[in-house]
């Protein structure tokens, strides 16, 4: 039985682009050319031969042989003996592990060729590699060896391993919960075709509204998108390796008051969740929501200013301004704020990495803080404008210098050249911030940098994480973010 999932919105390949109604989607589309095949029980064996795929499965009365044509999908089921589980393959299996910086690779030809996660293992075949990712990203992506480029196929129902050959992947599609609940193995076939347009959409443009705010985590951005026919912005979420777009604000709720037009603001996304600001003639809310639908009041913010916000995994903080005195705070997964530290002034810049908070003070110092409250260190960096932090490392814009400092030694250990920087984000020892219109990386092992892209509009700000590196510009009516992956940072760098 072939199956494909219902979908709200055919994805052009150029570019992602979004009206001004409300959008919802219930599930990805299949990618052109691929087809899903339902087998009632659990997959023993798998073995593919050309337009054909062999699978032993194990059901309620014991074991079959389907065999499954990935080009018409036509199926013949025979009975068959309930052997020991086993996946034939005639991919090259090739070696993945973590270089010095920390960076998940694959090796490949002698070169190492970053992956947008980390992953268990990859299998190779006519230069393209099969990745089994594992979390935060878990999942199939595929990788192309030549440049870098990625994309991702399918959540993995781990069933059997997935097979690649000459005309495309054959693999355990766990997005649909349900089946995976009721014994059913979803077997996907990918046409190679299908995955090298999907290496095209990754570095697609998304094009919108005028954008008020943007964020990335992960392979994961959103955007504040203004709506100027409608009552009420709206919240984009945007995994750059996996269309469509979806929107994770509700038409109606804790951001879209009955009444009033609302105005969305900054935005920070950490993991699955996200914070953003909303203002209506009703006051002005925190609000911290998800794609589960989800939405919840952080802090109404009456007589109070927000002065930044940040997020990295299930970390959100946030810091709000009241009468010369500042608040930082996070969400805590229970969706309630609570506060870790203040202080005199308004904090100028948050940052966030892992379970640990970075405040720039505008008495010169950066204080770290974790999630309970607990101060790491304090840093004396003098004023600065922006704060980045990555384990042990801060980075912090002062005047036309990057400084770089260590939370250990307390010392800078590093300072470069950064005139016309705005924003500031700290990947694998890569600084990356915006000046003007162009996206610029910084390796502070080297001190080499590059432009890596350059926008029609001054930038809005630029972000930096494992996949690659986000950046959007807006104009009144329209806006636009576009991804820039790992590898073509590292080439520019000389990496």
């Known amino acids: 039985m072939v199956r494909v999932r219902l979908t709200a919105l055919v994805v052009p390949l150029a570019a992602i682009v979004l009206a001004g109604s409300a959008l919802a989607y219930v599930c990805h589309p299949l990618s052109a050319g691929a087809r899903i095949l339902s087998l009632d029980g659990t997959v023993r064996s798998v073995a593919v031969h050309g337009g054909l795929a062999e699978f032993v499965v194990a059901g309620r009365h014991g074991c079959s042989r389907v065999t499954w044509s ?67 990203d878990s999942g199939v992506f595929a990788v192309r060896l030549s440049d870098g480029a990625f994309t991702y196929l399918a959540p993995n129902g781990r069933g059997f391993t997935p097979r690649i050959d000459g005309r495309g992947v054959v693999l355990h599609d766990g997005e649909n919960k349900r089946a995976l609940r009721a014994g059913k193995t979803l077997a996907m076939f990918v046409p190679r075709r299908a995955i090298v347009q999907g290496f095209a959409k990754t570095t697609a443009p998304m094009v919108s509204g005028s954008i008020g705010g943007f964020s990335m985590d992960g392979l994961r951005v959103v955007l504040t998108v203004h709506d100027l026919g409608a009552r009420c912005d709206r919240v984009l979420y945007w995994n750059v390796a ?85 608040s930082v705070g996070i969400v805590g997964g229970n969706w309630r704020a609570r506060q870790i530290t203040s ?77 016309g920087a705005a924003g500031l984000d700290l990947q694998y020892g890569v600084a990356a911030f915006a000046r003007g219109r162009d996206a610029v990386v910084l390796d502070t092992a080297t001190g080499a940098s590059a432009v890596v892209a350059h926008a029609p509009r001054s930038l809005l700000g630029v972000q930096i994480e494992g996949p690659g590196l986000a950046y959007a510009w807006t104009d009144a009516t329209h806006g636009v973010a576009r991804f820039v992956t790992t590898a073509e940072i590292d080439r520019a760098l000389g990496r």
């Open 70 to 136: 990935t080009a018409s999908g036509a199926t013949h089921h025979t009975a068959a003996v309930c052997a020991g589980r086993s996946t034939q393959s005639s991919g090259r299996s090739v070696p993945v592990s973590v270089d010095r910086r920390g960076q998940p690779v694959l090796h490949a030809g002698g070169r190492l060729v970053p992956l947008p996660t980390f992953a268990r293992s990859a299998t190779e075949f006519g230069g393209i590699a099969i990745v089994d990712a594992t979390r935060p």
């Open 242 to 326: 996996w269309a469509p777009v979806q929107q994770i604000s509700a038409p109606s709720g804790p951001t879209c008051l009955a009444r009033g037009r609302t105005r969305l603001g900054a935005v920070a996304v950490g993991g699955f969740r996200a914070e953003w600001l909303a203002g209506s003639s009703n006051g002005t809310r925190l609000i911290a929501g998800s794609p589960l639908c989800q939405e919840w009041v952080v802090r109404r913010l009456a007589g109070q200013r927000l002065a930044a916000v940040a997020a990295d995994g299930a970390t959100i903080a946030y810091a709000t301004t009241m009468r010369g005195r500042t």
């Open 343 to 419: 202080g005199s002034g308004s904090a100028l810049a948050l940052a966030a990495d892992g379970t640990h908070v970075a405040v720039l003070w505008p008495n010169g110092t950066v204080e770290v803080r974790t999630i309970e409250g607990l101060r790491l260190a304090t840093l004396h960096v003098g004023r600065g404008r922006a704060v980045a932090l990555e384990g042990t490392r801060v980075a912090v814009l002062r005047g036309s210098r990057l400084d770089l400092y260590d939370l250990e030694s307390h010392r800078r250990i590093g300072s470069f050249e950064a005139r």
